[in-house]
């Protein structure tokens, strides 16, 4: 049996760990059955636990794939072997009118061997046989690649689960913050501290209080030791808030180990251990003369309600009254809660001899009547990087919720540092006792539709309890008000978090703050407890879906060509173009060389400039199947053109309708080579699945990738120059060996021009595996990478292109306008310059024809410079406010301004542009 230790403290010796203690003695004698059979039954918790535990589920969508190419394969094959057949019985039997002789029946049984391997060939090349080699070589390399980004990956599935991450409900202390806790205010003596108080200013029996207090009723498992390098700060060992106040003493030179010393732990009367409803430990000590002293810290707000007395500036105890605790709220603790730091309160209780023995069992009573000692604020600063990982996360479309069981306030300025709260934000922030006020209806049961009311704004919830967080997960997780079913990740290092850590999709555990039972119930390790690790599980999540659909790309391209050569070149020719030996080469070509070369690409930024896929997303998308279809076209156009013309192009015998046992051609070797070339470089085109230009971007960060490429295309020469008749290869020479590279290398010219096409404009095209996309990305959101669930590049460009000229022909446009507006005014009055004249260029300026502001429209600036940089110029364009300057004709009777528009009206007669000119064809134009 298995003993799990939940609550309270001890001390136990420990005779022998791993396979030397009795459960690894039974494990190894078992011969890893039992872990076996208790990973068997951890995932039949997780489904009777309510979570939705997909196994495997991308195996599940390549089955799918699997299923709908396996039968059009074995379709084509069979048809393909059947009309081999049927060709040669007619030619043989009917056209040429050949008895059948019994002596050449062994002829007749080679042809159709051969033609049964033909078929044999086709269904082995259709059938993507490493579909599963392809994601257990990624989600292996993936899960090696991340215990080096401190993330140690217990159960396979999450890590292609994390891809579709679209919440995270984290923890504060030690996640997003560095858990290195010091104190930084006091409120002790009636005054507030901003900085650590001199020893001289603490009277000396509340400063014997605050340090006999802090030394005993802080585990004694906790400590400050010595910095391990000259110069750095001390290591905190144990709990960090605790460590935190052991460090407040030694700050006022005390020696708590020297209190310690005088009260160990076998002389402590009783302990009330902290956790999380209780939210205080308290600590009792047995004095000589029969009383008892306890001593009780906690969270501020919570124990202060338990004092009713409090020290004074002179060491006096004085009553604690309802208003006094209210002024301490308002002016000492939400201050320091606002500011982030983490309240504690210090109190003390006396238990004389003459009230009797207490009832240490009733908690009630035992935590009341308590004298406030001192309330500390402790700052755990944020870690640096998590800011950033959270914008990640935001822009990634993951929204970052943060479960603590701190004060609402200390939490919200925490979240404000993070980034998960900004200034104006219509987010909520509750309290675990709100919330579950919210969520519980007249008879105490939890409501999914009020919590789904709370759940989409929620983003800080505090002085929450284990409880309350697998509340939380489990409404999220169980929401149907969203299209496509949240998927949630969670930290955890209690205990008490092990329930939420399995109703998550994603549990994550903390490798050094985390308990065995956390860590057991959870999915993922963070060796670090670094939200920022998080974020790379992400990056490597989506990558392991994007390694299978780049996989998907390339092989379903050669499947298509290779099957459509076969069955045509059977059909046309009565043989195979590729022949079984040649096919199965390629086939390992795009098989295991291939799953290798292209799921082992690292992950990089780009990765989560997008939303989650979410469950339904189909694995082969729309422009995958346009790039899928576009290079079949190519590779079956170059295939045929050689087969049917190859032998006049490069002046050489035909390779068509030979002899059973003849010899092999140059020209079918071509045709053969021509094929193995496309396929490697568009294997390069096969890394960008959203039709991305740059298809070398990142490849040399991927050397195995590189390595497979060159060692295939060596293998491909000698299997060419040297392979004879195994092979059915005939060596080439320098001239047709560069014409065979050169139209694979055709195979990246033509990527750049499907890559121009927008996948919106090819309605036909449909996408594959598991689930169905309902609507297409629209036009007006291309700019908006964030709104984005599939990336299209080629769309992007022409959007980009459109949005640029039309700002061009906009700024022409006001150009003209301008320099027309100028010619009307000033042409009534050349020749006749005068100062008030030159005065008057405030009426140009104020003339309609030049206020602008409204004539170009708000076109989105499509370009790669930030909206920082992008301000000033937006700012610069629109019309700076001028002093209101009186311009002559401003004062003017009606005459002169009935003066001026006929002047005007004459200019426009004058200087308007005439049919035929320069002038009138650019506006004609635009």
């Not at 059009?72 to 039997?93: C, K, N, R």
């Not at 092990?498 to 999915?523: C, H, N, Q």
């Amino acid at each position: 049996a298995f003993l799990v230790l939940s609550l309270g403290s001890g001390k136990m010796l420990v005779t022998a760990v791993g396979v030397n203690s009795q459960t690894g003695i039974i494990f190894t004698l078992l011969g890893d059955g039992a872990p076996q059979q208790e990973i068997g039954t951890s995932r039949e918790a997780y489904q009777t636990s309510g979570t939705n535990w997909e196994s495997r589920k991308t195996f599940k969508w390549l089955c799918d794939v699997h299923v709908c190419v396996f039968f059009p394969g074995l379709f084509m094959s069979a048809i393909t072997v059947l009309i081999l057949v049927v060709l040669f019985l007619v030619d043989t039997f009917w056209i040429q009118g050949l008895p059948w002789i019994k002596d050449c029946t062994p002829i007749y049984i080679q042809f159709f061997v051969k033609f049964f391997i033909i078929g044999v060939t086709v269904l082995v090349v259709a059938v993507p046989e490493g579909l599963p080699l392809a994601v257990t070589i990624s989600l292996a390399y993936s899960v090696k690649k991340m215990m080096k980004d401190n993330n140690l990956v217990r159960h396979l599935d999450a890590c292609e689960t994390m891809g579709n991450a679209t919440a995270i409900c984290s923890d504060k202390t030690g996640t997003l913050t560095m858990n290195r806790m010091t104190v930084v205010q006091v409120y002790i003596g009636d005054r507030h501290y901003k900085k650590v108080p001199e020893p001289d200013l603490i009277p000396g029996n509340i400063m014997n209080l605050l340090v006999t207090g802090i030394s005993v009723n802080c585990a004694y498992t906790s400590k400050i030791m010595p910095a391990e390098k000259e110069g750095g700060l001390p290591r905190q060992v144990g709990n960090k808030t605790e460590c935190a106040l052991l460090g407040f003493t030694t700050g006022l030179r005390k020696d708590y180990q020297a209190i310690r010393n005088e009260y160990p732990e076998e002389k402590m009367y009783k302990v009330y251990t902290f956790n999380s409803v209780r939210k205080s430990m308290s600590t009792v000590l047995k004095n000589r003369d029969g009383s008892y002293r306890m001593f009780s810290k906690g969270a501020s707000e919570i124990l202060l309600k338990k004092c009713c007395q409090v020290l004074t500036a002179n060491g006096e105890v004085k009553v604690f009254r309802p208003i006094d605790r209210d002024d301490i709220v308002k002016k000492v603790i939400e201050p320091m809660a606002s500011e982030g730091l983490r309240t504690i309160c210090l109190a003390y209780r006396d238990f004389l001899v003459s009230d009797g023995e207490p009832d240490w069992d009733n908690e009630a009573d035992i935590l009341t009547g308590l004298t406030c000692i001192c309330v500390v604020g402790i700052e755990d600063p944020v870690r640096p990087e998590v800011p950033d990982a959270i914008k990640k996360c935001q822009r990634a479309g993951i929204t970052v919720r943060m479960v603590t069981g701190d004060n609402i306030n200390t939490a919200r300025a925490i979240a404000t540092k993070c980034g998960i709260l900004h200034v104006g934000d219509d987010f909520l922030c509750l309290e675990g006792k709100e919330f579950n006020r919210r969520i519980h209806n007249e008879l105490g049961e939890i409501e999914q539709e009020r919590l789904d009311k709370i759940w989409p704004k929620l983003r800080v919830l505090a002085r929450s309890s284990p409880t309350d967080k697998h509340t939380l997960v489990k409404g999220i997780t169980d929401s149907t008000i969203v299209e496509q079913r949240q998927v949630v990740a969670v930290t955890g290092d209690g205990t008490n978090d092990g329930p939420a850590l399995k109703k998550a999709d994603v549990g994550f555990a903390m490798g050094i703050a985390g308990t065995d039972v956390a860590k057991e119930a959870s999915d993922i390790i963070l060796t670090d407890d670094n939200f920022s690790s998080i974020v790379k599980a992400v990056m490597w999540g989506r990558n392991v879906y994007d390694s299978i659909s780049k996989f998907l790309q390339f092989q379903l391209t050669v499947n298509v060509v290779a099957v459509i050569v076969a069955f045509t070149g059977a059909c046309i020719t009565q043989d195979s173009p590729l022949k079984a030996v040649q096919m199965l080469w390629v086939n390992l070509i795009m098989d295991t060389f291939a799953s290798l070369a292209l799921a082992t690409e690292p992950p990089t930024e780009a990765l989560l400039l997008r939303k989650p896929y979410g469950r339904n997303k189909p694995l082969i998308s729309r422009t995958m199947m346009k790039n899928i279809l576009g290079h079949a076209v190519y590779q079956l156009t170059i295939i045929f053109t050689l087969l049917f013309a190859g032998e006049q192009i490069f002046d050489i015998d035909s390779g068509r309708n030979t002899p059973l046992h003849a010899p092999p051609s140059e020209h079918y070797t071509i045709v053969f080579n021509t094929f193995v070339m496309m396929q490697l470089f568009n294997e390069i085109n096969a890394r960008k699945i959203h039709g991305e230009r740059n298809v070398f971007e990142g490849i040399f960060n991927n050397m195995i990738f590189c390595s497979i490429v060159f060692a295939t295309f060596v293998i491909q020469f000698l299997i060419v120059q040297f392979g004879g008749k195994p092979f059915s290869c005939v060596g080439l020479s320098v001239e047709q060996w560069l014409w065979c590279v050169f139209l694979g290398f055709g195979s990246l010219l033509w990527g750049q021009l499907i890559s121009t096409i927008p996948t919106s404009r090819l309605k036909f095209l449909m996408t594959a595996g598991h689930g169905t996309q309902k609507e297409e990305i629209p036009e007006d959101e291309l700019e908006e990478m964030e709104d984005l669930d599939e990336i299209d590049h080629a769309e992007m460009e022409l959007k980009r292109g459109q949005v640029l000229w039309c700002r061009g022909l906009n700024r022409i446009q006001t150009q003209i306008r301008v320099v027309n507006a100028f010619r009307d005014f000033m042409s009534p009055y050349e020749g006749l310059e005068t100062p008030e004249s030159r005065s008057s260029i405030h009426n140009f300026m104020s003339h309609p024809e030049f206020r602008i502001e409204n004539s170009e429209p708000a076109i989105p600036l499509i370009d790669d410079t930030d909206p920082e940089e992008d301000a000033p110029t937006i700012r610069n364009t629109a019309p700076s406010p001028l002093p209101p300057v009186l311009s002559p004709n401003q004062n003017n009777n009606a005459s002169d301004n009935r003066g001026f528009h006929q002047h005007k009206d004459i200019a426009k007669t004058i200087l308007s542009p005439t049919p035929g000119s320069p002038m009138h064809s650019l506006e004609t134009s635009l």
